[in-house]
């Protein structure tokens, strides 16, 4: 019997930052990974602390992006690289009325960090009302991302490739298969809906499609533009538009209409040809108060969920997970806002 501290349970965004919390403390673990691309995998890796829909900022947005851009230094240390991209996002605005709410959210305390004042024309793309700056907004490299961290676990020996069994779990005596283990972390996205211990949290399946395209003229700077949805560089001369948003259609399959969307979107600010290259989609777990899930299990009190990221999969990741860190260890209250159980508060 081999003795852990940890198990973790998935290899997303919640994962491996609370993966680093772990090797940061040296703590022994090993994490599941079925081995299947994550919605976290295949998302856009945006960083950016404002809602560019109504001009608005969210909880600890600040704070979150301060705790990412400590931990990406830090997790460079153990992989020689920094996975941030310091490219900003470039919103395009529609009309006038857009710049004057931009101008007049710009001068709000919230959004004084966050909105630039000073409004850029972009080339190659249509932006006859220009475009608003998010300062520190930023990308992940989210391929390097997960492809240097899992391989650094699995050169650690901390990494076993094959889907976790719940049947074969004793949780009482806190064993799976050869592993003696103080604690698991159930990182699963919407996978948490087949644990039988945390099958009935209230997480949300939205199933977002995004494409990669060849762009006939390329944009000539390092930048994310938005409009509908987002738009920047990958490598091989290809660019990442997306995501798209659906509630309704959950099977496992391209949806044909959301790619007619991308399509659209594209067409309404890149007025030169493209060729869409590659599809994909997967199922974000997102919560009906747009914050994550965290907490014990009521029973047994060895096991955990980290769960409803959403679309800010890796701000929430990274800043929750020492969270749940200090909560396990450190006999730290969570934030009542990402509790478990704070559902069932509000119905009793």
Request: with cysteine.
């Amino acid at each position: 019997m081999k003795n852990v501290d940890y198990i973790i349970v998935g290899d997303g965004y919640a994962a491996l930052f609370f993966a680093h919390q772990l090797t940061k403390n040296k703590k022994s673990f090993v994490i599941f990974s079925e081995g299947k691309k994550s919605a976290s995998q295949i998302s856009a890796g945006i960083i950016n602390p404002v809602v560019l829909k109504k001009f608005t900022t969210f909880w600890l947005a600040q704070e979150q992006l301060d705790f990412l851009r400590t931990s990406l230094n830090e997790i460079e240390n153990y992989t020689g690289v920094n996975y941030l991209i310091n490219a900003s996002i470039h919103r395009i605005f529609h009309d006038e009325n857009e710049q004057k709410l931009w101008l007049k959210k710009s001068k709000t305390e919230e959004l004084l960090p966050f909105l630039n004042e000073d409004f850029k024309h972009l080339e190659v793309v249509k932006n006859d009302f220009n475009t608003g700056m998010v300062e520190q907004s930023a990308r992940l490299n989210v391929q390097g991302f997960f492809d240097d961290l899992l391989k650094y676990h699995e050169d650690n020996s901390q990494l076993i490739k094959e889907k976790f069994n719940y049947n074969e779990l004793n949780a009482s005596d806190s064993t799976y298969h050869n592993f003696k283990v103080k604690n698991i972390i159930f990182c699963e996205g919407m996978n948490v809906k087949t644990n039988p211990y945390f099958s009935d949290i209230q997480v949300i399946p939205n199933k977002g499609h995004h494409i990669r395209v060849k762009l006939s003229q390329p944009i000539p700077e390092d930048i994310t533009i938005k409009k509908k949805h987002f738009l920047f560089p990958l490598k091989d001369n290809l660019y990442f538009y997306g995501g798209t948003y659906d509630r309704e259609q959950m099977h496992e399959n391209i949806d044909d209409s959301a790619v007619e969307q991308l399509k659209n979107g594209l067409l309404e600010f890149y007025p030169n040809n493209f060729d869409v290259k590659e599809i994909h989609f997967g199922f974000r777990p997102t919560v009906k108060d747009r914050r994550p899930i965290l907490g014990r299990h009521p029973q047994h009190k060895n096991l955990y969920v980290f769960n409803g990221l959403g679309a800010r999969g890796i701000l929430n990741g990274c800043y929750f997970s020492k969270s749940l860190y200090d909560f396990i260890e450190n006999n730290i209250d969570l934030p009542e806002e990402i509790l478990l159980d704070r559902f069932n508060k509000k119905d009793a």
